[in-house]
């Protein structure tokens, strides 16, 4: 046993504690062995309509050629992709992989300024968007470089009647396409049509070849482009599926990803790993829409679930939630921020199966650590570093400290990028000579090898000389039985350096700030005591429901 590694001895059985990187060159190796093994079992559905392993391998390789036929695009050209969860999304991410191309996944909430920025960073030539979002594509076209746009609707993989319907009613009905007019557009089914009506050229890819630029970032300051190589990209699907076999099927089970698939935690955990395990996804388009993801829950019995803290919190709250047919659940996993003891009690309860959690970043493909899915007990861990991942908890030297002290957690592994995108002084601040990628979190690793976040070193707040982390001040308040959300920031002060400010959803009026006070005076040490109290009808969050506490500070 590697004593430098005491989380190899809290494995699950079954888990390995390495992985092959190396066992597929490139997505599209493991995409077109997926596609081979699967055939004849459903690998996507979305609105009632499934798609099965082999029509999305046909349909993705006509994307494919209709990019090398069709387009003057060649092997590691950029290829961005703007749409919300819908059958076109893998179709389209799995073609401009088998053409060799990269990825650049976008936001389809973007503004004007954000979309302009990321497309012309990423020199992108082509992108395929929702017509919903073609009118801000239209704003920002003559400031980037793009040389086709192909342009999907809502329904365009439905049978043919469900489909005229269902672009007529976002059109004229609900009126959630604005008027838009590109000179370089093309529509997505005569892309697919020409694809298939010419030949696909077989490619060989490099493993170190990019695969994605992601883009991160965003809420400190300008977006950078992680490049997320083939073999990036691999190892982390490998990491994820050996963590999830033992208590997965993979084949067949139905995987619900409400989460954007642009985001990278359900890019790798739900879309490349099941598709790579053989799973079923499930997809949905607008997870904000709760009841009518309630009523998705309700149409059969699903075996796995991904999503962040805010969103079970609004399924737990929500009407008739706990009479969903949980029989075949066998577990949930949250990402992208953290989840609270209070949800992951109250989850495990009406479930019956514990609500895990996992750890990463986009510069790690993300995913870096997760508890057991059979761990029914909540530590309030991030769980064990993934098979094949070294994780260190680090001084403001850069050294490496003993378990149980806290530090900067450092990261190395197979799933680590290989840099920022045309910006190697942003590579070097955060990658080591050895490898080690500074991830900016603060945390620690106890005795058995569970790693714990203490929080986000930027989101540190120092009180009279003492850190306050936000994330143990919000999973108190969190717990009282008349809030539903809580954020803590810290504010200037004069006297201390910063104080606590406290932002609160409450369940009703009745909640004063004087009952809320005296509650944190009772489960907080004084300085951790918020000084302020705002109550909010709701909290600012990102594009995955993740809290967004500098525009709470600002």
Not at 69 to 77: A, R
Request: charged share 20%; aromatic share 8%; with cysteine.
């Amino acid at each position: 046993m590697d004593e430098l590694r005491p989380w190899l001895r809290s494995y699950p059985n079954g888990v390995p504690a390495e992985i092959n990187p190396d066992e597929f060159n490139s997505l599209k190796e493991l995409l077109e062995d997926s596609f081979q093994k699967n055939s004849g079992l459903t690998a996507f559905s979305n609105s009632g309509v499934a798609m099965r392993f082999e029509e999305i391998d046909q349909l993705s390789r006509h994307f494919a050629t209709y990019l090398q036929s069709d387009t003057d695009l060649q092997p590691g050209d950029r290829v961005a992709i703007m749409l919300p969860n819908l059958l076109q999304y893998p179709i389209v991410t799995f073609g401009i992989l088998r053409a060799g191309m990269v990825v650049v996944n976008v936001n389809p909430l973007y503004t004007a300024r954000e979309l302009e920025h990321q497309l012309s960073d990423s020199g992108a030539k082509v992108i395929v968007v929702l017509e919903n979002f073609a009118a801000v594509l239209q704003s920002v076209l003559s400031k980037v470089k793009l040389e086709k746009v192909i342009v999907t609707a809502v329904g365009d993989h439905f049978p043919i009647f469900k489909r005229a319907m269902t672009n007529l009613f976002v059109r004229y009905i609900k009126k959630l396409v604005p008027s838009w007019k590109i000179e370089i557009a093309e529509s997505y089914l005569k892309a697919i049509t020409k694809g298939k009506n010419s030949s696909y050229k077989d490619i060989t890819i490099c493993s170190k070849s990019a695969a994605f630029l992601q883009y991160t970032g965003g809420t400190t300051g300008t977006p950078k482009g992680a490049i997320l190589t083939h073999r990036n990209m691999v190892s982390n699907v490998l990491q994820a599926a050996a963590w999830a076999k033992p208590f997965l099927n993979g084949r067949g089970d139905l995987v619900v990803t409400p989460l954007p698939l642009y985001h990278v935690f359900s890019l790798t955990a739900n879309l490349l790993c099941f598709i790579y395990l053989g799973g079923h996804n499930l997809l949905v388009t607008n997870p904000r829409d709760i009841r009518s993801l309630i009523r998705e829950l309700r149409r059969q019995p699903f075996t796995y679930l991904t999503g962040v803290n805010t969103l079970f919190n609004a399924l737990l709250n929500y009407p008739g939630f706990s009479r969903i047919n949980f029989s075949k659940h066998k577990a949930t996993m949250g990402g992208g921020m953290a989840v609270q003891a209070s949800i992951a009690e109250e989850w495990q309860a009406i479930t019956g199966r514990p609500l895990a959690q996992g750890y990463g970043l986009t510069e790690a493909s993300p995913i870096v650590s997760a508890t057991p899915l059979d761990m029914f007990e909540f530590n309030g861990s991030v769980g064990l570093p993934l098979p094949s991942t070294e994780v260190i908890i680090c001084d403001e030297a850069g050294t490496a400290m003993n378990l149980g002290k806290v530090g900067e957690i450092h990261i190395r592994g197979p799933q680590v990028m290989s840099g920022y995108w045309k910006n190697p002084k942003a590579t070097t601040d955060i990658l080591s000579d050895e490898g080690w990628l500074k991830t900016g979190d603060i945390g620690r690793i106890d005795e058995h090898g569970f790693l714990y976040i203490e929080d986000r070193k930027k989101d540190l707040i120092l009180v009279s000389g003492f850190n306050v982390y936000p994330n143990e001040i919000e999973d108190v308040v969190v717990a009282h039985p008349e809030v539903i959300e809580a954020a803590a920031v810290g504010i200037p002060d004069e006297h201390s350096g910063e104080t606590v400010r406290l932002f609160v959803v409450r369940k009703t009026p009745l909640l004063k700030k004087e009952r809320l006070m005296e509650y944190c005076r009772k489960n907080l040490t004084g300085y951790k005591r918020p000084r302020d109290i705002v109550f909010m009808d709701k909290l600012p969050k990102n594009n995955i429901g993740k809290i967004l506490r500098r525009e709470l500070r600002e």
